[in-house]
């Protein structure tokens, strides 16, 4: 029987981050390293235009595709059919960076725009309602650069960006899934299966070329804008500017072993086992457990380990014994298609996430949280620390670095029961949440999540907010969640 991608790494203990969360401690953001441009003043009443864009002007100064809704070819659906009823009033098939300038210079203040990459907005945001979507899929070019690095269009996904760079010995550290948009993943922070080793998405990232909201084409780097660099690093998808261009250090692809442990009973004690372990274990070593709702609840313990499975099993003997295990070395190359299964093109779910600081000291209140719950619901915990947490909380807008794992709360759902499932679903957000803090990793985005802001971007938020004023004062990319100015 064939098994989509999601379902055979929540089974198999062993999703990444496809690119969530307890407060952020660290320092205070530094002073900005570059002098800021004084925001342009509000608009007068008299400046600010009316009506919907010239769409037919728009589509003359176009090398892609407009498309209207009564057109053949519109289509704009993301990954999760639970938002396809919100319906942008037109869509931009963009086929460079001058189109996607054009498309923010007939959008702005006008109607709504937003990028859609891999389309994997867990709250449906590159679909703006009544707005532009700017579609960015045909900028998809993965060039491999002398030296370590990699050139990769916007609209690029991510097991397009693992496939040609495997040809090439190399890779980047992102999360599991094939059809996530790498700029999406990259613009959230990018947690993956190599991220204790080798750090987070947005870590390896050297420039980013970006069209500003007023349609100013840009290259961000630590020496080029350096605040919107800095933004672009955590700060989450559809804020500041739309990027249209990424370049990456890249690292040796490594041989690696995947393994994968069924537990059957005693989850609480798997999970309070798992958090002492994956605290100490190297750099070397990522995992995950994913508790899956039942009535009495079951979990498995998964994930990958640069290094022998003999080095392995001796760190795997530290947890209970599980019902079952499976442990194989793997090239990356491998690894990344036995993480992908078989994929999907559409889920139905809700979601949400939180950040868990530090061990829960009551792991059981946490696995009892799934408790009579839906068996296609999941809680799944991320190991984080390692090479994330040598960063500084402030030194990207990433905040969460200091943080044990990230918690992601997973359901699946018909679109016609999200508004119930997602009710379940916060109520294990909340529950886990009195257990961890309340912050969350803004990939996976929640509409529902109090407080969402400090949530996502702790420390980071005020920096954040100055940004956004500075490279976007009129709120041309605004949306319900971004980020506030």
């Known amino acids: 029987m064939a098994v989509d991608r999601r379902s055979f790494l929540l089974a198999a203990g062993l999703t990444g981050a496809a690119t969530a969360l307890a407060a952020c401690t660290g320092a205070p953001p530094p002073t900005p390293t570059s002098t800021p441009t004084p925001a342009a003043a509000a608009p007068s009443s008299s400046s600010v235009p009316s009506g919907p864009p010239d769409w037919a002007a728009l589509r003359a100064r176009l090398s892609g595709q407009l498309l209207l809704p009564d057109q053949e070819g519109f289509t704009y659906q993301g990954f999760n ?240 014994a599980p019902a079952s295990r499976f442990v194989q070395p793997q090239s990356y190359p491998e690894a990344t298609q036995y993480f992908a299964g078989t994929g999907i093109q559409h889920e139905s779910f809700v979601a949400s996430s939180r950040i868990v600081q530090k061990p829960i000291s009551d792991p059981a209140r946490a696995v009892a949280l799934m408790n009579g719950q839906s068996s296609e619901s999941y809680l799944i915990f991320d190991g984080l620390g390692g090479a994330v947490s040598d960063v500084a909380p402030a030194a990207t807008a990433f905040p969460h670095r200091t943080a044990l794992a990230c918690a992601q709360v997973y359901f699946k759902t018909p679109p016609t029961d999200a508004t119930a499932t997602a009710q379940a679903m916060g109520q294990v957000r909340d529950g886990l949440g009195e257990l961890v803090g309340d912050s969350g990793y803004v990939n996976y985005i929640d509409p529902q999540l109090p407080r969402w802001a400090e949530a996502y971007y702790g420390d980071n938020l005020a920096r954040l907010r100055d940004v956004a004023r500075r490279y976007d004062p009129d709120g041309v990319f605004a949306f319900t969640q971004s980020v506030p100015r």
Do not use: M
Request: one cysteine or more; a negative charge; hydrophobic letters at 45%.
């Open 81 to 320: 059919p639970v938002w396809n009823q919100r319906t942008p009033a037109a869509v931009a098939r963009c086929a460079s960076a001058d189109d996607v300038r054009a498309c923010v210079e007939a959008a702005r203040r006008r109607v709504p725009i937003a990028a859609h990459g891999g389309g994997h907005s867990y709250a449906g945001y590159s679909s703006p309602e009544d707005g532009l979507q700017v579609d960015l899929r045909e900028l998809a070019a993965v060039e491999v650069l002398p030296g370590d690095r990699v050139r990769v269009g916007a609209g690029a996904q991510l097991g397009e960006v693992a496939r040609v760079l495997a040809a090439s010995g190399r890779c980047l550290p992102t999360g599991t899934c094939p059809t996530v948009g790498v700029a999406g993943l990259t613009l959230g922070g990018g947690i993956g299966v190599l991220a204790r080793k080798y750090g987070l998405t947005c870590d390896h990232l050297v420039s980013a070329t970006a069209v500003t909201a007023d349609g100013r084409v840009v290259t961000a780097s630590a020496e080029q804008e350096p605040d919107l660099f800095w933004a672009l690093r955590g700060g989450g998808g559809g804020n500041f500017a739309i990027v249209t261009e990424l370049v990456f250090g890249t690292v040796p692809a490594p041989q690696v072993t995947v393994f994968s442990l069924q537990y059957n009973a005693g989850v609480a004690d798997v999970l309070g086992a798992w958090q002492g372990w994956i605290a100490q274990a190297p750099n070397e070593l990522w995992s995950n457990v994913v508790v899956r709702g039942a009535a009495e609840p079951t979990c498995r313990v998964g994930g990958c380990f640069v290094g022998t499975p003999g080095e392995l099993t001796s760190l795997l003997a530290a947890l209970p």
